[in-house]
C-alpha cells in the first residue's frame, strides 16, 4: 500500500489528538503534544498445493477457503516450500504525528521515504521483510470551528480541504503549526514447517454394566 502526500495529510489532521502532552514532549518543550498509534494483524496459512513451474502456490486460509498466488522470482526459496508448511504473514502499520509553532527562518521539510528489503538465504524456507517509512510534513493554513473544516498546504504547495471530526482536538492548533507525520509499515513473511500432529486419543470406553 503507497500513500499519497494528500492521504497523509488529511490522516495527519483527522487524527490530532487532544493534545497531551507526552514522555517525548520532553525532548521538544515547544511542541503542542504528539500523538502515535500503531497496529499489528498477523494470518497464518497452510500451503495446499505448489507448483513450481508456473510459481503457484495455493493456501488455506483461517476461514477455510483457499486462495492461489503466484510467487514473484523475488522469493528465491520457493523450492524449499513444501505442501503443509505453514505461511505466517504479519502486517504493522504505525502513524506518528506532531504539531509544533511554526519556525519562520526554516521552511517545510520535503517528504522523505526510506524502504529497507531483507529476505533469507538461499537454501532456507522463504522468510522476508518490507519496511517503509515516509515523514510528510504540513502547514495550517486556515481552520473554521464552525464548519468543522481546515486548510492544510503541504511542503510541495499542495493544499488539502479536510473536514475535522473532533473538532475538540484542535482547541490548541493554530493557523500556521507545522503538522509533521512519520507513516511506517512493514510486512513480514515467513514459511514454517508444520508443527507435529498431536496423536488422536482412544474413543473412551463406556463403563461396564452393572
Known amino acids: 500500500m503507497r500513500l499519497s502526500h494528500s492521504a497523509v495529510l488529511v490522516a495527519l489532521a483527522l487524527a490530532v489528538p487532544a493534545l497531551a502532552q507526552t514522555a517525548s514532549s520532553a525532548a521538544k518543550p515547544k511542541s503542542h503534544g504528539s500523538y502515535s498509534t500503531s497496529e499489528t494483524k498477523t494470518v497464518t496459512a497452510t ?6 513451474a508456473t510459481r503457484h502456490v495455493t493456501l488455506q486460509l483461517p476461514d477455510g477457503t483457499s486462495q492461489t498466488f503466484v510467487v514473484g522470482p523475488q522469493a528465491r526459496n ?7 508448511d505453514q505461511v505466517v504473514v504479519q502486517y504493522q502499520e ?4 506532531d504539531v509544533t509553532p511554526a519556525d519562520p527562518t526554516k521552511p517545510l521539510p520535503q517528504p522523505t521515504e526510506a524502504v529497507a528489503v531483507e529476505r533469507s538465504d538461499p537454501g532456507k524456507k522463504p522468510e522476508g521483510i518490507v519496511a517503509r517509512t ?4 504540513g502547514t495550517v493554513e486556515a481552520y473554521d470551528p464552525v464548519k468543522k473544516i481546515a486548510i492544510i498546504k503541504g511542503s510541495g504547495g499542495k493544499t488539502v480541504e479536510v473536514q475535522v471530526k473532533h473538532p475538540d482536538r484542535w ?6 503549526d507545522t503538522i509533521t507525520a512519520k507513516y511506517s509499515e512493514a510486512l513480514a513473511i515467513a514459511v514454517q514447517p508444520a508443527g507435529p500432529k498431536m496423536p488422536t486419543p482412544p474413543p473412551a470406553k463406556a463403563p461396564p454394566a452393572k
Not at 482547541?171 to 500556521?176: D, F, I, L, N, Q
Request: glycine share 8%; proline share 4%.
Open 47 to 52: 500451503v495446499t498445493a505448489i507448483d513450481l
Open 78 to 84: 520457493l523450492p524449499q516450500t513444501k505442501v503443509g
Open 94 to 97: 504505525a502513524i506518528e504525528i
Open 134 to 137: 515516509v515523514t510528510l510534513t
Open 171 to 176: 482547541t490548541k492548533v493554530k493557523v500556521g
